[in-house]
T-cell receptor, first 109, second 117 residues
C-alpha cells in the first residue's frame, strides 16, 4: 500500500532550526513535494525533490533519499508565521499526490 | 504566477440545497484540476481529477451523482454538491496544473468552507 509517516506535532523556538522528517512508501515514485498549510487555509507549495540530495530555497531546505524512502524539510531562523502544518506528499507512478496528515509545527517565542 | 482563484470562500445553507463552487486558473491554462475535501485535523482527500473537455475521474467512494464536476474550459472547473446534507460540511479545495510534465506542483485555490445546517 501507499503510506506516509510524519510526526504529528513538533514544537520549536523562534529563531531556531527545526527538521521535519518524512518516510514514505508509494507505488512508483516521481518526486516528492512539501507544502505548508496554515490552519483554515489551503496548502501552498514549498519545494519539490526528484533527485537525491538537498534543495535549498531561502530559509527552507528539503532533502531526499530515494533509496531510503526518506525526506526532510529543514526550516531555519524560525519565525512565528512559520507555525503551520507541513505536508510531505510523494508523487506515485500515476503522478498522483499521496497526502498524509502532515506535521503541525508550533513556534514559541 | 500560477494563481488559482476559488469562489465562494464560505457557504452556509440549509440541508437539501445544491451548492456550486468555482475554481479558476487566472494566469495559466489548467489542463488538469483536482478537487479535494478536508475534514478538521485530517489529510487532504482527493475526490476527483478532471481534465478539460472530458469526464472527471472520481476516487473510490465518492458519489459522482452527488458531486458533479464540470471542466468546460482550460481556466474553469466547477464542483456542485447536490442536495447537500450536514455530513457534507467540510473544507473543499481545488488545485490545478498546466500542460507539461505530471510532476508540476499543484497550485491551490483558497478553499471553500461549506456548512450545511
Amino acid at each position: 500500500g501507499q503510506n506516509i509517516d510524519q510526526p504529528t506535532e513538533m514544537t520549536a523556538t523562534e529563531g531556531a532550526i527545526v527538521q521535519i522528517n518524512c518516510t514514505y512508501q508509494t507505488s512508483g515514485f516521481n518526486g516528492l513535494f512539501w507544502y505548508q498549510q496554515h490552519a483554515g487555509e489551503a496548502p501552498t507549495f514549498l519545494s519539490y525533490n526528484v533527485l537525491d540530495g538537498l534543495e535549498e530555497k531561502g530559509r527552507f531546505s528539503s532533502f531526499l533519499s530515494r533509496s531510503k524512502g526518506y525526506s526532510y524539510l529543514l526550516l531555519k531562523e524560525l519565525q512565528m508565521k512559520d507555525s503551520a502544518s507541513y505536508l510531505c506528499a510523494p508523487l506515485d507512478s500515476n503522478y498522483q499526490l499521496i497526502w498524509g496528515a502532515g506535521t503541525k509545527l508550533i513556534i514559541k517565542p | 504566477g500560477a494563481v488559482v482563484s476559488q469562489h465562494p470562500s464560505r457557504v452556509i445553507c440549509k440541508s437539501g440545497t445544491s451548492v456550486k463552487i468555482e475554481c479558476r486558473s487566472l494566469d495559466f491554462q489548467a489542463t488538469t484540476m483536482f478537487w479535494y475535501r478536508q475534514f478538521p485535523k485530517q489529510s487532504l482527500m482527493l475526490m476527483a481529477t478532471s481534465n478539460e473537455g472530458s469526464k472527471a475521474t472520481y476516487e473510490q467512494g465518492v458519489e459522482k451523482d452527488k458531486f458533479l464536476i464540470n471542466h468546460a474550459s482550460l481556466t474553469l472547473s466547477t464542483l456542485t454538491v447536490t442536495s447537500a446534507h450536514p455530513e457534507d460540511s467540510s473544507f473543499y479545495i481545488c488545485s490545478a496544473i498546466g500542460s507539461g510534465d505530471g510532476n508540476q506542483p499543484q497550485h491551490f485555490g483558497d478553499g471553500t468552507r461549506l456548512s450545511i445546517l
